[in-house]
């Protein structure tokens, strides 16, 4: 995906309390840009009145196809709407368009990211563990679905012979 906004970046360029740099987690490539438009939903749900931008669905249809990446969009934004309405707290997130914050993941993000890579590697338990912590103890049935509606358009994780997830 382009990279568009802050060429100077804000100047935010460490991780703070409970967040760590991008690089620090173990995501595959579908992972990382998933990550990547998760960021870009999020900002456009934060903010209604600024559409998503037409550039932003084409660097998607870019990374994951013209068909898929409509799919993956709806159910990304199912995800976290639905992770919306269980939390009790804000969801914060990182800026996609600062070259500083988009190296930063926060922990709410770390998360997602981690729930959803559980999920695609048949995980139930690590991905249960996550999806608690960020839907904060609720209820959180709708968002094990919506990951599983994601994982099931997302290509399957690259494999090694032995079954391990290859690693970025």
Do not use: W
Not at 33 to 57: E, K, Q
């Amino acid at each position: 995906m382009a990279q568009h906004g802050y060429p100077k970046g804000c100047g935010n360029q460490r991780p703070g309390r409970g967040e760590c740099y991008v690089s620090d987690v173990d995501l595959d490539p579908v992972e990382y840009n998933c990550l990547r438009l998760a960021r870009t939903i999020l900002l456009f749900m934060g903010d209604p009145s600024s559409p998503l931008r037409r550039v932003d669905v084409q660097d998607a249809a870019e990374v994951f196809g013209e068909v898929a990446s409509k799919d993956i969009i709806c159910a990304m934004t199912d995800l976290f709407s639905a992770i919306h309405l269980i939390r009790k707290s804000p969801f914060i997130f990182s800026n996609p368009h600062c070259i500083n914050c988009r190296e930063i993941l926060t922990e709410n993000e770390r998360r997602v990211m981690l729930a959803l890579a559980a999920t695609r590697r048949g995980k139930r338990s690590a991905a249960a563990a996550h999806v608690m912590l960020v839907c904060e103890g609720n209820p959180d049935v709708p968002v094990h679905q919506d990951l599983k509606r994601l994982t099931h358009i997302l290509p399957l994780p690259r494999t090694e012979p032995e079954g391990d997830p290859v690693a970025r």
